[in-house]
């Protein structure tokens, strides 16, 4: 099946708009949407692209299909949508009140792709900008580079104008992170093996315990877009892994792991373990099996199933011989067909949806599993 419509110029008021978020009655007020091509505008998000609004009546997916409907350029309407949860302290994975690294600072990385225009920018480890995605934007329109990382970028971003925050945790991220620091730092970091292995033991009791949830722990945003031209974006934004080495950088800013978008083709995303997704660099493959001809969904089985088969150290395996932990992919295709794909059918909520919004509204949709269970 595809989503195409009639190619003709028409109308699509309001009243057009069933919603399924009670939000969404905001978009059915105001918006008058004018469609110009034969593709169904779409746009996808992780599951928090569904939840946060930062205080505001939209989420990410509502603000940015908003936005490509009236005409908008998809990526700078994809940006809009995740700055709310860049900017939203409630998100402990994304931007401003993320998780920090093992030193209590917040890094955040970001990319962001556009198809039509065939540009891309990232930015690694950035500290002191709460919406890195736009500093990314920054990095595709401004210079002859993808990618910036560290001291470097926060000063491209200074020297473009974005304000450098001396900190960008919360009370409540310092807090977590302070919980963290306490469970694993009473030998003041002699073994940096035993660090790892003491770090990620801590993480995984906080998650037991109720502390935080599963998914901030490789918490992230991932939001692509299409509009009725068949114009293709993508951007990824996230704090990275919780209380990460300082300077690792995950899948989330590297064009072909946390984000690619072919727009000829494709665009896909991800969320989850990065350096599963960065090791066979996922996205990319997912929108080449697109170019190949596969729906969306069977696109993100073969990055799954990909990562599985990577997936060999005792680590990283769970008492089934699977791997330990989750990953998502959001994806698109360029008629307009979209789908959300996971490692595992049991996992958060956050994990086992994925966030749309179609002329029908904004709703939560269950992700197509590769396998039963949980990653435990
Ligand atoms: N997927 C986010 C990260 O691993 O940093």
Not at 39 to 54: A, D, E, L, Q
Not at 101 to 113: F, H, K, P, R, Y
Not at 156 to 180: C, H, P
Not at 217 to 240: F, K
Request: hydrophobic share 35%; proline share 4%; glycine share 12%.
């Amino acid at each position: 099946m595809t989503n195409k419509i009639d190619r003709r110029k028409f109308l699509l008021a309001g009243s057009a708009l069933g919603l399924t978020s009670g939000i969404t009655e905001n978009i059915k007020a105001k918006s008058t949407t004018v469609i110009t091509g034969n593709i169904k505008p779409v746009v996808v998000s992780s599951y928090n692209g569904y939840t946060m609004k930062n205080g505001g009546k939209l989420n990410c997916v509502e603000t940015a299909f908003k936005k490509i409907t009236q005409g908008e350029d998809v990526l700078d309407a994809l940006i809009a949508g995740v700055n709310i949860v860049e900017l939203d302290p409630l998100d402990a994975s994304v931007g401003y009140g993320g998780r920090p690294n093992a030193e209590g600072i917040v890094q955040l990385d970001s990319c962001c792709m556009h198809g039509p225009k065939k540009q891309a920018g990232g930015v690694g480890a950035l500290e002191g900008v709460k919406t890195p995605s736009l500093v990314a934007k920054a990095v595709m329109e401004s210079t002859d580079h993808h990618l910036i990382t560290g001291k470097g970028a926060q000063n491209f971003a200074q020297n473009m104008g974005f304000k450098i925050e001396d900190d960008l945790n919360t009370e409540e991220s310092r807090k977590m992170w302070l919980n963290w620091k306490r469970r694993i730092d009473p030998n003041h970091y002699l073994d940096p093996k035993k660090r790892s292995t003491a770090g990620h033991n801590a993480a995984l009791e906080m998650i037991k315990e109720g502390l935080i949830p599963e998914n901030e722990y490789y918490g992230t945003i991932n939001c692509n877009g299409i509009n009725s031209n068949g114009d293709l974006c993508g951007v990824t934004t996230t704090s990275g892994l919780a209380w990460k080495m300082p300077g690792r950088i995950g899948d989330s800013p590297i064009l072909g792991a946390g984000l690619y978008v072919d727009g000829n083709h494709g665009a896909a995303g991800s969320t989850g373990r990065g350096e599963a997704n960065l090791f066979g660099l996922c996205s990319y493959l997912v929108v080449e099996e697109l170019r190949r001809g596969k729906h969306p969904k069977d696109a993100g089985m073969t990055a799954l199933k990909r990562i599985k088969e990577n997936t060999i150290e005792l680590r990283l395996l769970n008492k089934r011989n699977l791997p330990n932990f989750n990953v998502n992919f959001y994806i698109i295709d360029k008629l307009g067909r979209y789908a959300g794909v996971a490692m595992y059918t049991k996992a958060s909520n956050e994990d086992k949806n994925y966030a749309i919004c179609t002329e029908n509204g904004s709703k939560l949709v269950p992700v197509e599993p590769l396998l039963s269970g949980n990653a435990n």
